[in-house]
């Protein structure tokens, strides 16, 4: 392992301003109630910022969510697409979704851009149609985390975007002896989209970690 350099070993203060940059409006901030009314925990206002700009950058035309929660990512993501993008957004949840379908109402996209499947990843991902999407989103049960790599790695078309949220799994990753269960999945994951000829891959510390990688 490489050492740090002094400039490397105190960074949370510049993580916390990063964080605290986006200014975000009424409907992301109504999308964040409803994920605490639910329980769930939504991507950060970096993080979420990140997405729109990934989004925007890339003009992907058609888009994968896997685990919506209550719509931040999901709203994030549809601020950077082109008004022609669809979303396929999935989750087991049919109250997250329902309260996704809100927040997607009040940011003012039409329903017909987005299709909301309510179900387990496992089971619904497999179906989707090969080489058909130009990014997906990951943010669910990590357990089930190096089979969606796997499965992204089908779904996208050469030169598709992957964006895996909580990289670092709540900052345990860097930690050697940390070895619960989605941590290991976590790093498992990484590895892979590190090794893989098929991928050209960053992990950025904004949040708690979006590991970005490029189908080759």
Do not use: C
């Not at 639910?38 to 925007?56: C, D, F, H, N, S």
């Amino acid at each position: 392992m490489k050492a740090l350099s002094p400039h490397q070993t105190d960074k949370h203060a510049s993580w916390a301003f990063a964080e605290s940059r986006p200014s975000e409006d009424e409907v992301l901030l109504r999308a964040r109630e409803r994920s605490g009314d639910l329980g769930i925990v939504p991507v950060t206002e970096g993080a979420a910022a990140l997405l729109t700009v990934l989004a925007a950058t890339r003009s992907p035309s058609n888009v994968v969510e896997i685990g919506t929660g209550a719509g931040v990512s999901g709203i994030a993501l549809m601020r950077g697409l082109s008004r022609e993008a669809m979303l396929t957004t999935i989750d087991p949840d049919a109250e997250a979704l329902r309260a996704a379908r809100e927040g997607f109402a009040e940011g003012g996209f039409p329903a017909n851009r987005t299709r909301m499947i309510t179900g387990r990843a496992r089971t619904v991902v497999p179906r989707l149609n090969s080489k058909a999407y130009d990014l997906v989103f990951l943010d669910a049960d990590k357990a089930s985390l190096v089979f969606h790599v796997e499965q992204a790695a089908r779904l996208l078309r050469p030169g598709g975007l992957l964006i895996v949220n909580d990289a670092l799994d709540e900052d345990r990753v860097p930690k050697p002896a940390v070895r619960e269960a989605s941590t290991v999945a976590t790093r498992e994951a990484g590895k892979l989209l590190r090794d893989d000829e098929m991928w050209h891959s960053a992990l950025v510390p904004t949040g708690s970690g979006i590991l970005l990688a490029v189908r080759r």
